[in-house]
């Protein structure tokens, strides 16, 4: 996607210029949720309305907790790539809101690669990269692929299914249950914790996932302290940069969440999007189109992770049109910045023929872009090959139209995706002929 520069760039503040940019034209000061009903159903027709604002607009991501929201790929792409005059450390911002506000956990300042800057940051960031490059591909794929006939087992004689309850959410956690060292039968503590963490409607139920989370981490660590293995705990523990055990267990907090989330999401748009298009012909075990067509049309137009990347100016800053003062929260909307020359509707295009060459910020850029975009993309295109393999005839079980959305500002993921297909005979889903099966 060619994105012309802008004029001046406007993102100069009166400190280095010396001058006031002239003010930009604005309509009636309105805060916008990110959050609810109507949000949920259409973000896009949200960050629609929000464009009169130009290339920020006003939010609100909880009750009581505001933000500007960058909406402009341009824009994006400046903020990312300016670590001098942004921060990504929260510390002073998050003691201005409520601090039982249901956004702070994913906001509040932590000793990891996410909520630092400079050499810090580029130490952890080190640890997470370095350790995701020695993950071998065909290990992650034979990894995917039993994890996959697993679940598919547990589901396939029953002739319907539930892919996100059932598959896509519970996939990443027993396959990073695996990446970090420890056997299967650990990872329904896993499930319990970080996907409780994630769903939990009550704080009884969040403070019981917070509770499942750290044993997990804790039985982790301790055993990895004990005996050393080919796993990402192990890797981080021996990593020359030497992290102390607290930023070893911070690292792994945040690699965990920050790879379940938009890995559940990004597996289950790709079906949602292949159920309802023909092009992946009549039986989705081949076709003119692939998962990869099905995962580079959801990075495009359904990024997984709608709304993230917070940012704080260093200083008061004019930017693209908008001042802003010091410490205050930025976000980078990934889905209205990359969809801001046009979307592509499921069954319209996919993937590199989507509207703009395919260019988007679906894995954020700069500094602190995902460090583990191959990986990630591998794990959910063997995921959803496994799937298809299997039930090549699977079908939604409602109209596309009909299917809901999780609520919430930073995630674009489906509540449920009905389904159904032929069911699978007993003798066919028994042991070793799951982990036979090639496509």
């Not at 792409?77 to 702070?104: C, F, R």
């Not at 292949?274 to 995962?295: C, E, I, K, Q």
């Not at 929260?329 to 509207?355: D, F, I, K, M, N």
């Amino acid at each position: 996607m060619s994105i012309p520069p802008a004029p001046g760039r406007q993102a100069a503040d009166a400190q280095t210029t010396g001058q006031l940019p002239p003010p930009l034209a604005r309509p009636a000061h309105e805060v916008t949720p990110l959050y609810g009903a109507e949000f949920a159903a259409d973000p896009y027709a949200v960050y629609e309305r929000l464009r009169r604002y130009g290339a920020l607009a006003p939010v609100e991501i909880a009750p009581g907790v505001g933000a500007m929201l960058v909406i402009d790929y341009r824009a994006a792409l400046d903020l990312l790539h300016d670590p001098v005059t942004w921060s990504k450390d929260p510390t002073g911002w998050q003691e201005t809101i409520p601090q039982d506000s249901q956004v702070l956990p994913m906001m509040r300042a932590r000793p990891n690669a996410l909520f630092t800057d400079g050499e810090i940051h580029a130490r952890y960031r080190k640890v997470i990269s370095d350790s995701f490059d020695r993950l071998e591909p065909h290990e992650v794929r034979r990894n995917v692929r039993e994890v996959s006939d697993q679940l598919i087992a547990e589901f396939a004689q029953d002739g319907e299914v539930d892919l996100i309850g059932q598959y896509a959410r519970l996939l990443p956690l027993l396959f990073f249950n695996r990446a970090f060292g420890l056997a299967d039968d650990r990872s329904d503590l896993l499930i319990q914790g970080l996907a409780g963490m994630f769903d939990s409607n009550t704080p009884e139920e969040a403070a019981a996932a917070d509770a499942a989370y750290t044993r997990y981490i804790t039985e982790l660590t301790q055993a990895k302290q004990l005996e050393r293995g080919q796993d990402l705990t192990s890797w981080f523990m021996d990593h020359p940069a030497g992290l102390s055990v607290e930023e070893i267990i911070q690292q792994i907090v945040l690699t965990l969440a920050a790879s379940y989330e938009p890995l559940s999401n990004l597996i289950g748009n790709a079906l949602s999007r292949m159920l309802v298009d023909d092009r992946y012909y009549r039986d989705l075990s081949g076709g003119a189109l692939t998962p990869r067509d099905a995962l580079a049309d959801v990075l495009r137009n359904e990024p997984p992770m709608a709304n993230y990347s917070a940012h704080f100016p260093k200083r008061d800053v004019y930017f693209h049109g908008h001042w802003l003062r010091a410490g205050q929260l930025v976000l980078v909307s990934y889905a209205a910045a990359t969809t801001q020359a046009g979307r592509a509707a499921p069954g319209e295009s996919t993937g590199a023929a989507a509207s703009g060459g395919g260019a988007h910020l679906a894995w954020a850029a700069g500094p602190h872009a995902c460090p583990a975009q191959q990986p990630a993309l591998l794990i959910a295109t063997t995921a959803i090959e496994r799937l298809t393999a299997w039930l090549s005839d699977i079908r939604l079980s409602v109209r596309y139209e009909e299917l809901r959305w999780r609520p919430g500002p930073f995630q674009r993921g489906l509540v449920a995706l009905p389904a159904h297909f032929s069911p699978v005979s007993p003798e066919q889903a028994k042991g070793m002929t799951w982990q036979n099966r090639d496509r």
